[in-house]
């Protein structure tokens, strides 16, 4: 007895470990970093009585960790070591197949990200869960977006979001609508961006987070200086970049910053 109780005391202590870290991974990365290495170690040191898929959940979160801090060679280690231990759990084993591809998306290795995603895919397709598949949808489609590939890109976005149930979480509809709708602009397809923006109008209003806040404003900018109004997109950039501000981590502020400095200036009246 006393004995399935330490079990138990252990593996709680990895599963909030591991779950502490995910949820700090925007706002605070030195915290991540080290709830990610902490659980790491306690599953390593209780390994033999801790479920399996549960030390590959804590290898996994902590190879995400090093992926988003730029650590890539230390990620993909912690990754083949999660990879190693031959999960049987389904979306444990499929949870390890994302976080992968996006290391490989990182590294510039966009086929091999697509064959994590779509094994992914099938996985999520046999636990009958839409949502999760429709997450993995949009994965998907960044790959092929980030490669070149708009016409499998927007195909990846619009099935995704033709999974989404009425259950779906806001923040997810929403990072999946913008994608299609940066992709759409890219390929120069303005009037299908336009009427997609109409559709995630309703979606946005109910938004609070500032980093989605900002890519809604920032598609209206692109989709604006598309259409050559100008003086909107500065609007919309100078609303996008003020969201983007409130974030301690926004990697995106100078990539935001670069097009609004290159925006054309409207000729005067």
């Known amino acids: 007895m006393v004995l399935r109780r330490t079990r138990a005391a252990s593996a709680e202590a990895v599963r909030e470990l591991v779950d502490s870290a995910f949820a700090a991974r925007y706002h605070d990365l030195p915290t991540m970093l080290r709830l990610s290495s902490t659980a790491v170690a306690l599953a390593e040191e209780k390994s033999h009585e801790l479920p399996v898929d549960l030390v590959v959940a804590a ?47 990182t590294t510039g290795r966009f086929e091999s990200a697509a064959s994590f995603l779509t094994s992914a895919i099938e996985i999520q397709k046999s636990l009958g869960d839409p949502n999760s598949e429709a997450r993995t949808y949009n994965l998907l489609g960044i790959v092929y977006f980030d490669c070149g590939n708009l016409p499998e890109a927007i195909f990846a976005f619009q099935t995704a ?42 979606f946005q209003n109910r938004l609070t987070s500032p980093r989605l806040l900002a890519k809604a404003h920032w598609m209206r900018a692109r989709l604006c200086r598309g259409l050559q109004q100008f003086s909107a997109a500065r609007i919309a950039y100078e609303r996008a970049h003020a969201q983007l501000m409130t974030e301690p981590r926004a990697p995106e502020l100078a990539d935001l910053a670069k097009e609004m400095a290159d925006l054309p200036t409207p000729p005067a009246a």
């Open 59 to 105: 290898w996994t979160q902590y190879g995400n960790a090093l992926r988003i801090a730029g650590s890539y060679p230390a990620s993909e280690r912690a990754l083949e070591r999660a990879a190693a231990l031959k999960t049987t759990d389904p979306q444990t084993r499929g949870h390890l197949l994302e976080v992968t591809a996006s290391l490989h998306r």
């Open 161 to 202: 979001l033709e999974l989404l149930g009425p259950d779906a979480p806001l923040d997810v509809v929403i990072s999946t609508g913008h994608n299609l709708l940066e992709t759409l602009i890219a390929d120069g397809r303005l009037s299908a961006a336009g009427a997609v923006l109409v559709i995630l109008e309703p």
